[in-house]
């Protein structure tokens, strides 16, 4: 069972990254009938082989891989995982991290990024790292350096070119 969520081609082509629940018990949400995604982040062959989970099996989520220019790693975001009930239901109120994964050791480690809710995370050519902040403090596209992009709460799905220097971007309207 489970689903395998937003897959990532290495550069070099070698991998493909990916979340997944595969491996999620489904728990329970605070005590609550629903029930909290738990995931973490994987790589494969592309001919299906040599399949590896690079964070650890816990109740946590880390979604949306992206792979580094050289391959050799991935940024990630994760967040406790009762955080993603909160955050799916509109409470974006919630803090995660956005964290480096080395292919070849598994080593994790955060990168420095302010508290809130960040999404959608990319490495882009300059070194600096490009995410969504989906939290009610500075919501929009934000980077790693400080620099903010374009801004607002209905910023969704942001998408950088390949130099890094353009951002597109979706907005998202409800009419009442």
Not at 19 to 44: C, F, M, Q, T, V
Not at 57 to 68: H, I, L, R
Not at 74 to 96: F, P
Request: hydrophobic content about 30%; glycine content about 10%; proline content about 8%.
């Amino acid at each position: 069972h489970g689903g395998d969520f937003r897959p990532a081609w290495s550069p070099d082509g070698k991998w493909i990254a990916f979340s997944s629940d595969r491996d999620s018990n489904l728990p329970d949400a605070k005590g609550r009938w629903e029930r909290l995604h738990i995931a973490g982040i994987y790589i494969i062959h592309p001919d299906g082989t040599g399949l590896k989970r690079l964070t650890a099996k816990d109740e946590n989520f880390c979604g949306s891989p992206k792979w580094s220019s050289d391959s050799k790693s991935l940024i990630a975001y994760c967040m406790i995982g009762q955080n993603t009930w909160d955050n799916r239901v509109g409470q974006d109120k919630t803090d995660d991290t956005l964290e480096r994964i080395d292919v070849a050791t598994g080593a994790v480690s955060p990168v420095a990024a302010p508290a809130g809710t960040k999404e959608a995370p990319i490495l882009l050519p300059s070194g600096d790292i490009g995410y969504l902040r989906r939290d009610p403090e500075l919501p929009g596209v934000s980077y790693s350096s400080g620099k903010r992009g374009p801004a607002g709460a209905d910023v969704r799905t942001p998408s950088w070119s390949p130099d890094g220097a353009q951002v597109a971007f979706n907005r998202y309207t409800v009419d009442r």
